[in-house]
């Protein structure tokens, strides 16, 4: 097991070996929003420090993405609506298509980890058969079954979307205060401790405040702004001190500013490389082949000329460049043409007609996979294990251009682990009250903090050996026999009606219909015999035909009988209740699954990607466990 002192010596050489390929780059963390992953990348600053106290770091707010909305103008039942926004849960019905960043809060140990259809499936659950005898009906107990635990993400309800930087705080604020409190003061709840839980609630309550203070003292600032100013107030409170000058802030707005001024900067080369006449059929090459079985445009769905880079022009929103010899369009929405008079080439030529025909405070930023190589030209990303699906694809891609010769230099990237569940040990001791899918994988109800940074790892892996034994199980009798051993005498009753339901079926319903089965069977031989001879012989069939007419008719009705006895009244009772108790172990089984899955997938997920502020609502001694225990390494794009 490695020690502190090891974790510390082990990040330090990572930094050692990052500054030997990489020695002026400041260390980047960028993201849409401050109420989750990326403040918890302040865990590096004493080891950064500690081999060059000169060295910067960044914090950004990715303010030029859109901020998300619905795609659909029916909002799913009991949708929470805030003036123009709505606050949503992530599930695999009616949110299936839900993408939202800006706006997105998760409560202690919740996570955007979505139970799907198919992974029901993949482990035996029947969640159709459920679902017909829902009272709730089908759509309302797949949404319910299926929804991300703990988890909400704002939308817009307008139809045209906005970057993050142009959504105003003070109309959105609202809806943000409602997101805080589904986040702040739900984890508030799971504290058992009543002055524990008193003490979280008031930071809480003063994170909310003073989002509404800044709103109702700033009416023309946006929600970017509100980030930024909130970015260090939270890092402060983090690292329990002052921040020392190298820890700075910015947003891609201000990064990925374009005019005549900025073009020469290391972040626009990329750019500039896919406008020379000489590269660009291999760069365009390589960017659609990165992005192929991705739900990401190829840059043919553009249009001629698509780049895959777009341009944000203040006041008219942000769209896709097209660039031919002849014009200049980006795709607002309202799209903007300018005729060109010779062909652009470079990223200087580029700079001059977007400022000239737009000013010089247009921002010009990379779509998904590019976004990283302009960045990884100058600075050096840090992501959290399991951060941005996208960094595959972007590797992918620069693989490509340097096989067919293109020239790029970017820098690595620094990946952090956090023993976030682990550390939770070393903070102050808390009783927490889990929520139901924990409580069912641990056991128990409430758990101390030490407790669960103890357990945690086991707990995932008996979930997962619970979902490979669901999966395994095919039959009904077998169902019931695991809810039986996991859920005691309620369960093994069950058990025991539906065998007595079955024996009593075989012993009266199945005895009559075998009965009448093997006489009809006897009757068909017969029958076949006789038409066999009839066959053979064909002057016969005259005589043979009163007795094949009298067996068919015999055959009919003994098949008349069986169905008689099978639709008996008691017969049909005793059935139905069955298909009930096979519906309730079903039931039973969906629960399980979402539990144990619930469990195992979000609780890494959490340990990889945990929010910050939970570490203020909990104890800021647990943010200090993780910074102590932080293990990083180097990963080449």
């Known amino acids: 097991m490695k020690t502190q002192e090891n974790c510390r010596a082990q990040v330090r050489a990572v930094l050692e070996e990052l500054k030997q390929v990489a020695p002026n780059a400041p260390l980047l963390a960028l993201g849409q929003t401050i109420f989750w992953d990326e403040p918890m990348k302040l865990a590096l600053l004493d080891a950064l420090r500690a081999v060059d106290p000169r060295w910067q770091m960044l914090f950004g707010v990715h303010d030029t993405d859109y901020f998300a909305r619905l795609h659909t ?27 939202s960043a800006a706006g997105e809060i998760a409560q202690l140990f919740g996570s955007e980890t979505v139970p799907t259809l198919r992974m029901f499936s993949q482990h035996g659950g029947r969640v159709e058969q459920v679902a017909r005898s829902c009272a709730e009906g089908r759509h309302a107990f797949i949404d319910a079954l299926t929804e991300a635990w703990g988890w909400r993400g704002l939308v817009a309800r307008e139809r045209a979307p906005r970057p993050v930087y142009e959504v105003p705080l003070r109309e959105i604020a ?26 979280a609630c008031e930071w809480a309550w003063q994170l909310r405040q003073r989002v509404q203070q800044l709103a109702e003292t700033q009416p023309d600032a946006s929600l970017a702004d509100l980030y930024v100013q909130l970015y260090p107030e939270l890092l402060n409170a983090l690292y329990g001190d002052a921040l020392p000058d190298t820890i700075r802030f910015t947003r891609t707005t201000e990064l990925l500013r374009f005019n005549t001024q900025t073009a020469h900067l290391p972040r626009f080369e990329f750019v500039d490389i896919f406008l020379n006449p000489t590269y660009r059929r291999a760069c365009e090459d390589a960017y659609n082949h990165a992005v192929a079985g991705a739900p990401i445009y190829p840059l043919s769905e553009f249009g001629e000329g698509a780049l895959p880079f777009d341009l944000l ?24 043409i300018v005729r060109l008079q010779q062909p652009i080439t470079d990223v200087q030529g580029l700079a001059q007609v977007v400022e000239r025909s737009w000013g010089g405070s247009c921002t010009l930023v990379g779509k998904a996979i590019t976004l990283i190589t302009m960045l990884a ?261």
């Open 73 to 99: 103008r029916l909002l799913p039942q009991h949708a929470q609506v805030v003036g123009e926004y709505a606050l949503l849960p992530h599930n695999d019905g009616s949110t299936r298509t839900l993408w």
């Open 174 to 199: 609202p809806a943000l205060d409602a997101l805080l409190e589904f986040g702040l003061d739900g984890t508030c709840a799971f504290i058992e401790d009543a002055p524990q839980r008193a003490r």
């Open 313 to 336: 022009i203040p006041k008219l929103g942000r769209g896709t460049l097209l660039l031919t010899d002849r014009y200049l369009c980006v795709l607002t929405p309202e799209p903007q």
């Open 377 to 637: 030209r100058e600075f050096v990303f840090v992501f959290n294990e399991r951060g941005s699906p996208y960094l595959t694809r972007t590797a992918q891609m620069h693989g490509a251009l340097r096989a067919a010769g293109v020239p790029l230099q970017v820098n690595p990237i620094v990946r952090l682990t956090y023993p976030t569940w682990d550390a939770l040990g070393s903070a102050e001791c808390l009783s927490l009250r889990l929520p139901n899918h924990l409580a069912c994988a641990f056991g128990e109800p409430t758990v101390c903090t030490d407790t669960f940074a103890k357990r945690w790892r086991s707990v995932v892996e008996s979930q997962r050996a619970l979902l490979a034994r669901l999966a395994s199980i095919r039959s009904p009798r077998a169902l019931m026999a695991l809810l039986a051993e996991r859920e005691g005498e309620s369960w093994q009753a069950r058990l025991q009606e539906y065998e007595a339901i079955h024996a009593r079926l075989a012993e009266t319903v199945g005895a009559w219909a075998e009965l009448l089965r093997r006489q009809a069977h006897a009757l068909h031989a017969e029958r076949r015999a006789l038409i066999a001879e009839a066959q053979q012989h064909p002057k016969r069939f005259a005589a043979l035909a009163p007795r094949l007419r009298e067996l068919k008719a015999r055959i009919k009705r003994l098949n008349i009988e069986r169905l008689r006895v099978a639709s008996a009244p008691e017969a049909q009772a005793l059935r139905e209740r069955a298909y009930a108790l096979e519906c309730e172990a079903e039931r039973a089984r969906l629960e399980l699954v979402r539990c144990a899955f619930l469990t195992s997938e979000g609780l890494p997920q959490t340990h990889a990607r945990p929010a910050a502020w939970w570490m203020l609502l909990l104890s800021p001694q647990w943010f200090h466990a993780c910074a102590e225990s932080l293990h990083a390494r180097l990963e080449n794009l």
